[in-house]
Structure formats: structure tokens, C-alpha cells
């Protein structure tokens, strides 16, 4: 009989990188053709009849026990078949069988040979097979290191079969009655993964794993912490740390906060954990109210955040800090709870407005006679501008985002060089909490607003008024956005006046009615810029063109244009980014 199939074997070694079977680097190689001929042998001559006619041997059918689906890119098999290798190239010299996920493991491709006559035949008693072997990967050393051919004379159809495992072969072995129950589970799980019967739930399940990886893949994620095989730690003499005769300790607390519990164990950072939040330790619940009551009030019960230890501040009223403490523990430490507490009471709905006598006796509001009056941090600042103007994204959770931020800003941030890609679409309105942080080169409108590098911890942000604030309110790109939306809301009341406008503006934005003098002024402020551009149109249009949100066409250019100068002032008011 005819040869029908020839058998490519690639196996490993250890004397190949990563055990082969390929001479690359990572173990791999890529077959990119494979050529078979034969030709007759004369037994008369010395060997191969050089002079005898060479006749190409067609292949086909190709199939392999696996085939690389990593790094396919531009493939068009969509993954490194083994059916490229037979082609002739039409789809390209550099595509071809490879195997990268498996490397350093035995894999074998089968190609069925395309003869009608159930083989390779010849006139003569011998024929001389010249086997060639293409590996045109433009990468240097993706060739094979570790390789066997064999031949079949089977029937077709040969396909690749790839070989049980060596575990399942010695379960296969044993007779039915003495399989263990785990063995004839693993048999089982074997058995599904092959069946034709169970194609289309494989298929399915492949699909929605697929799905799940792409979801998990979507999903933000940050290291938290790596376990590691603790150290010994001695105690320094002096402090002498090249003293190796001090007595070796272990975690533990200090005696004086209520000594280690006794777990048989050594401590770790669970223990230190449940510490943290248990109910004999006042500590948590004292700081963590102290540090939203500075969000709600300007500054702390204690105005040292980040020590109420024998060196900090005495609180104001120790005995509501002890309240609140207790509260917040006994509510399981629920945050949401505790700040409705706090904003219902009567202090925090005071007027923060106060007379000359209460401003000389109590000047930093000690004694919580008055609501604070104090600017909002650098994230609220922005997110009240986009509240105000409805661009507002409120969604919680996800990656960072990228909102405006000037060309060239990175242009000196190195290891490696970058730029920044502002954001599309939601991701320029999500709130400040989103903005991605890069150290040392945090955002430019974040830094203006005093918010910190993050280069060491900042229990309390320090609160500046600078002029560099104001030209970020009124020039930045978010801001203008901000004031361009916020305008055509104003310009979308059913309104009657100028005056009517202004009014609903300044009672959306701050709260309140605007005085007349105040009414006088934007109205003033209205018509000169109505005025402006209407005789420079195109001063108006590139005004609104600021921003990736389109202008609602409805709206003439330069009336936006105006109200938008008119909302901009309102953005910039300090009593629009200030807490009254």
C-alpha cells in the first residue's frame, strides 16, 4: 500500500530553551510549509537518480493535537494552524503551525496525502521521499529543535488524536471495580471534554466563559496585599541593627491598649484588623468621626485630624465626640448613618452668616454657635460646576478617568515618556473622586484647589485663595463646558425676562435669590456680551465649541454665548464654591 499520511512529531528536550520543542527563546517555533516530493531510485545508480522527474506529493486534511491561539493578530486562520503549513503560501510565507502555550510538551500535526490511489505510488521498487521543512517566521530561531517524521499506509480519514495522560492511561488500566471514586470523577471530566454528544454544551460554556473573563477583565482591580513568609525580627540593642544577640519577638499589642489576645497563633494582619474596629478600642470610631465632622463643619471636634493622642488638640466638646463614637460602633460602623445624623441636627443647620461680637468672641467657631464658612476641596469644586450645569455622571465604582487637561502637561514626566488622552463621552463628567492621579503630576485643576500629591499621608488638606483659582474657574475647558450646558438650561425656561432668567439662575446655582444690585449687574453683564457677539459671530462659536458636548442647534450662537459668559461668572463666585 501507499504512504496516505505523514506524521510530524515535535518533542521536547532539555537541552532546548524551555525545553522546546523549538529553538526560540520561549521554547517555540513555527512550521510555515511543508514540502513533499518523490522521485524514482534507479538500483543501477549510486544512490538517487538526480536525472529522474520529482513529483510534488499534494497534502491535505491537516490536523494537529493543538494549534497556538495566543499572538495570532493579523493570522488569517485566526490562530498558528496547522492547515497554514500546507497552503503553498497563499496566505503568507510567515504564517504556519506553532504550539507556544504547550511548549515543553510533545504535540504531533497529521497531514492526509491527496492522492486518488490511496497513496504514494511509483513505476519503480523504491522511491526517494525529499521532505522539506519551510520556517520563514521573520523572528530569528523560531525553528524546530526536537522533531520526528513518520509515515502511514491507514485508510483515510487520519486525524490528529492527541494522547491520553499518563494519569488517565493508569486509571484506564485498572480494572472498573478497584477506580476510586476520584479517579472515575477525573475519567468522567475527561470524557465530557471529548464526546461529540456534548459539542453544543462545550460550545456554550465556552462562550460564557468567555464573557465572564471579559467582565472580570472590565472590572478595576489593585493590589491590597501579597503574602510573604514573615521575617524574624529581634529586638536592637541600642538600636545596634547588626546586633543579632537582642531576644526574637513576634507581632503583639502594646500592654498599655489592652495586650495580645491569646490565639495560639501568631498574629497577623486580620488580628490587627479586628482590633482596629473592636469595641474595646475607642480610637477608630473617635478619629473617623472626628474626620467627617471636619467634612461637615470645616474643621474637627479636635482640630489636630491626625493626632488625638497626649500631643494633639483637645476636643471642643469631648462628650459629643464620645456620643458620635458610640453611635457610629452601635450602627456597625455605618458611615451613611452617622452623616445623616450629623447633617439633621440643629448645629449643622445653622446660618453660617455672624455678627461682629460672636466673630471676636469665638473666631474659629469653637464653640459650633454658627454653621463654617469654608471653599470646598479640589474634587467638589468641579463636581459642583457639572451638578450645577446637569453634566453631572454620579455613577459609582470604575476605572479612573480622564477628564480635560492642557497639552504637553506630561511633557517632562519620564520612565517612560507619555502623554495625556483625554477622555470620551461619560468619562469627562464622572465625578472628581474618578480623576486618575499621577503622582507628582497630579491634575492641574486639583492642584490649584490645594489637593495633595499623595507622596505621604494628608490627614488635613490645607485651604488657599489664590487668583490661579479663579482663572481655573473661568478658562479651564471643564469649566467652560460647564457654563455653556448650565446656559442652555437657563435659556430653555419658559421665562419672560432677562431679569426672570437671571433670577432662576442664581436660585439653581447658589440657593437663593440674587439682590437687585446683584440682578443689575449680570443683566448689565448679559447685553454687553449680547452686543459683542453679535457683531463677532465667530468670537461666539469658538467660545462654544470649548468642550466634546455638541451645542443644541436650536439655540442662536450668540445669545448662548453671552448667557454662557454670564454663567461663568456665576461658576467663578466664591460663594459658589464655598460651604455656607
Excluded at 486580620?270 to 472626628?290: E, K, M, Q, Y
Amino acid at each position: 500500500l501507499g504512504i496516505t499520511a505523514f506524521r510530524i512529531e515535535v518533542l521536547p528536550h532539555d537541552s532546548l530553551p524551555k525545553k522546546g520543542p523549538g529553538r526560540a527563546g520561549n521554547g517555540n517555533f513555527v512550521l510555515s510549509e511543508l514540502r513533499i516530493s518523490s522521485k524514482p531510485v534507479d538500483p543501477q545508480s549510486s544512490g538517487a537518480a538526480e536525472s529522474a522527474a520529482e513529483r510534488t506529493i499534494e497534502l491535505k486534511n491537516a490536523s494537529a493535537t493543538y494549534e497556538q491561539t495566543g499572538a495570532a493578530g493579523e493570522n488569517p486562520y485566526k490562530k498558528w494552524a496547522a492547515a497554514a503549513a500546507i497552503d503553498k503560501d497563499a496566505k503568507g510565507k510567515t504564517w504556519g503551525w506553532a504550539v507556544m502555550e504547550q511548549v515543553g510538551k510533545a504535540n504531533f500535526a497529521i497531514f492526509e496525502t491527496a492522492e486518488k490511489t490511496n497513496g504514494v505510488r511509483g513505476e519503480s521498487n523504491k522511491q526517494q521521499l525529499v521532505i522539506r521543512l519551510d520556517q520563514n517566521l521573520d523572528t530569528p530561531h523560531h525553528t524546530l529543535g526536537h522533531f520526528r517524521i513518520s509515515v502511514t499506509t491507514v485508510s483515510p480519514p487520519i486525524t490528529a488524536q492527541a494522547e491520553l495522560p499518563s494519569e488517565l492511561l493508569e486509571i484506564i488500566r485498572k480494572p472498573v471495580v478497584e477506580r476510586s471514586a476520584d479517579e472515575a470523577t477525573k475519567l468522567a471530566a475527561h470524557f465530557r471534554s471529548i464526546a461529540p454528544s456534548l459539542e453544543p454544551n462545550r460550545q456554550r460554556l465556552t462562550k460564557l466563559q468567555k464573557q465572564l473573563d471579559a467582565l472580570n477583565r472590565s472590572i478595576a482591580t489593585t493590589l491590597v496585599t501579597k503574602s510573604v513568609e514573615p521575617r524574624m525580627v529581634r529586638v536592637l540593642n541600642r538600636g545596634n541593627w547588626m546586633d543579632e544577640n537582642g531576644k526574637i519577638v513576634e507581632p503583639g499589642f502594646p500592654a498599655v491598649l489592652g495586650g495580645s489576645p491569646d490565639v495560639g497563633r501568631r498574629l497577623n494582619r486580620l488580628d490587627l484588623a479586628n482590633w482596629v474596629v473592636s469595641h474595646d478600642n475607642p480610637l477608630t470610631a473617635r478619629v473617623t468621626v472626628n474626620r467627617l465632622w471636619k467634612l461637615l463643619f470645616g474643621a474637627g471636634l479636635s482640630a489636630r485630624l491626625d493626632d488625638l493622642g497626649s500631643q494633639g488638640q483637645w476636643p471642643s466638646h469631648p462628650e459629643l465626640l464620645d456620643w458620635l463614637a458610640m453611635q457610629f460602633v452601635e450602627s456597625d460602623w455605618n458611615i451613611k448613618q452617622i452623616m445623616k445624623t450629623m447633617v439633621m441636627s440643629g448645629t449643622y443647620r445653622q446660618s453660617s452668616e455672624v455678627d461682629s461680637q460672636l466673630m471676636e468672641r469665638d473666631p474659629f467657631n469653637r464653640l459650633l454657635a454658627r454653621q463654617a464658612r469654608f471653599r470646598l476641596d479640589a474634587e467638589m469644586v468641579r463636581d459642583n460646576a457639572l451638578a450645577i450645569s446637569g453634566l453631572l455622571v454620579d455613577d459609582v465604582g470604575g476605572k479612573s478617568v480622564n477628564p480635560y487637561q492642557p497639552p504637553g502637561y506630561w511633557a517632562y514626566l519620564n520612565f517612560p515618556q507619555r502623554e495625556w488622552s483625554n477622555g470620551k463621552n461619560a468619562e469627562l463628567y464622572r465625578r472628581g473622586l474618578y480623576t486618575h492621579w499621577q503622582r507628582q503630576y497630579l491634575h492641574p485643576s486639583l492642584l490649584a484647589f490645594d489637593a495633595p500629591s499623595r507622596e505621604e499621608c494628608t490627614a488635613d488638606r490645607p485651604r488657599s485663595n489664590t487668583p490661579l483659582q479663579a482663572l481655573v474657574l473661568l478658562n479651564d475647558p471643564s469649566y467652560i463646558e460647564a457654563a455653556s450646558v448650565f446656559a442652555e438650561r437657563v435659556l430653555s425656561q419658559e421665562l419672560n425676562s432677562d431679569a426672570d432668567r437671571t433670577a432662576w439662575m442664581m436660585q439653581t446655582a447658589l440657593n437663593r435669590t440674587p439682590r437687585p444690585e446683584e440682578s443689575e449687574v449680570l443683566v448689565r453683564l448679559l447685553k454687553n456680551h449680547r452686543e459683542q457677539y453679535q457683531r463677532e459671530l465667530e468670537s461666539a462659536k469658538k467660545l462654544l465649541a470649548v468642550g466634546d458636548k455638541a451645542v443644541d442647534a436650536k439655540f442662536d450662537a450668540a445669545e448662548l454665548a453671552a448667557w454662557t459668559s454670564v454663567t461663568r461668572a456665576v461658576l467663578n463666585l466664591h460663594e459658589t464654591i464655598t460651604h455656607n
